[in-house]
């Protein structure tokens, strides 16, 4: 094989990225959810963390680093996936994301009903002599073992990504609760692109030596540039938003490695992949689950206190941030005066120009002080976004 004939290959499988609708519809998701996450925190907090932008950049560009990385993995070890299961997974994204059932739109959930369907559909449908035939044949002679590797490596991906996330990645919200009294939440709402190169079943470049490391049917391969994409949502009421990110992160790190263990027993000992594909798909539904289950039974943190200010959220780069104040925390002194409400915040903090003192009751119930310059004509920069008392 010769550099020409891989920079060929690779110039057309980018080629085919951006051909691919799929590669459209998750970039246009990214901006849509920017968009309707910047209405809701002006119509919350009368301000926007980030521009709508912040989303799609956010979700590409971490996505294409660990892309590479998964396209290394794959290339280097000669795994290949069939073609009819990536375009199964093509159309089972883009019909998730379309039709907002963005909980489903994660590689083990569409890429272990790939594998399930590429198994199931030959023996419930079995036409001859047409087009829809020699990819049902193709289906029964296929193997489905890289498939399944690919899956639990891109399982493994998502979690990475969501162990990466940073303190400003959640979005603050407001809501009433049953009793009509003010509650606040965050909520991490994001769709990650992840371009890899996957080989497929072809005829441009040839095996050699040791190259591929997976056995395939004849010699043959071709480079593609596929466009994997990993949704979330979820809503945080009863915990620290960076922790609640990383802990269900780190449950879908281990089940990717759980996965990755599966898929390499399964070149040792021969059991039905479609089993495994199950197994991915639950395992994740489990997890998404019992997150929800663990936010829903947690002491709500963003209420409205006895005393004080609770703050729901922090602009970034704002003083606020600076002076380390952190989502949930309260706010009760300011400047050696009590504030019972908003108002009272910004006129004690004019009460001294040059350093405004604030008392701060974390989460642990401790009281600590914290100052920071505030100029008189800039009080309202401070960059608190609190949770409404009325």
């Known amino acids: 094989m010769d550099w020409i004939t891989w920079l060929w290959e690779i110039a057309r499988a980018v080629g085919w990225f951006f051909a691919n609708p ?19 925190e002006r119509k919350d907090f009368k301000t926007r963390l980030y521009p709508p932008l912040y989303d799609v950049l956010v979700s590409i560009w971490p996505g294409i680093a660990y892309g590479l990385l998964v396209s290394i993995l794959v290339v280097v070890s000669g795994l290949f996936v069939p073609l009819e299961v990536l375009a199964a997974a093509a159309v089972l994204w883009i019909l998730f994301i379309v039709c907002g059932l963005m909980r489903f739109a994660t590689p083990a959930h569409v890429l272990g009903l790939s594998v399930i369907a590429a198994h ?24 489905l073992r890289p498939a399944f590797v690919l899956t639990a490596l891109l399982v493994l991906t998502e979690g ?20 009509g009294k003010w509650q606040g939440a965050h909520r991490l709402k994001r769709i990650w692109l992840l371009p890899a190169f996957i080989l497929v079943p072809g005829d441009a470049l040839q095996a050699i030596g040791w190259w591929p490391l997976f056995p395939i049917e004849g010699t043959g391969l071709s480079l593609l540039l596929f466009p994997f994409a990993a949704a979330l949502r979820l809503d945080i009421i009863g915990s620290v938003p960076q922790q609640a990110v990383r802990r269900i992160g780190g449950k879908i790190v281990l089940w990717g490695l759980v996965l990755g263990a599966a898929a390499g027993a399964a070149y040792l000992v021969d059991y039905p992949i479609y089993i495994a594909a199950v197994a991915a798909l ?25 005393r004080g200010l609770r703050v729901a959220g922090i602009l970034p780069y704002s003083p606020a941030e600076k002076m380390d104040i952190k989502p949930g925390e309260i706010i009760t002194r300011v400047n050696g005066q009590t504030v019972t409400n908003e108002n009272d915040l910004y006129q004690a903090i004019q009460l001294n120009s040059a350093y405004s003192k604030i ?3 974390d989460l642990n119930q401790e009281l600590r002080y914290t100052q920071i310059a505030v100029y008189a004509n800039e009080h309202y920069l401070l960059g608190l976004l609190l949770v409404k008392q009325e």
């Not at 030959?122 to 296929?142: C, K, M, V």
């Not at 969501?162 to 009433?176: A, E, V």
């Not at 639950?282 to 006895?306: H, M, N």
């Open 359 to 361: 008392g701060v009751i």
């Open 282 to 306: 639950l395992g994740r539904e489990w997890i998404t689950w019992s997150q929800k289950r663990r936010e829903a039974s947690s002491r709500p943190i963003y209420t409205v206190p006895d």
């Open 160 to 179: 990475l990504l969501l162990l990466r996330t940073k303190r400003h990645h959640t979005s603050p919200y407001l809501f009433k609760t049953p009793r």
């Open 120 to 143: 199931v559909v030959p023996l419930i449908w079995n036409p001859t002599g047409s087009f829809w035939g020699g990819i049902i044949l193709s289906l029964q002679e296929a193997d």
């Open 22 to 40: 799929l590669t459209y519809v998750i970039i246009g998701t990214a901006l849509w959810i920017g968009s309707k996450r910047v209405k809701q």
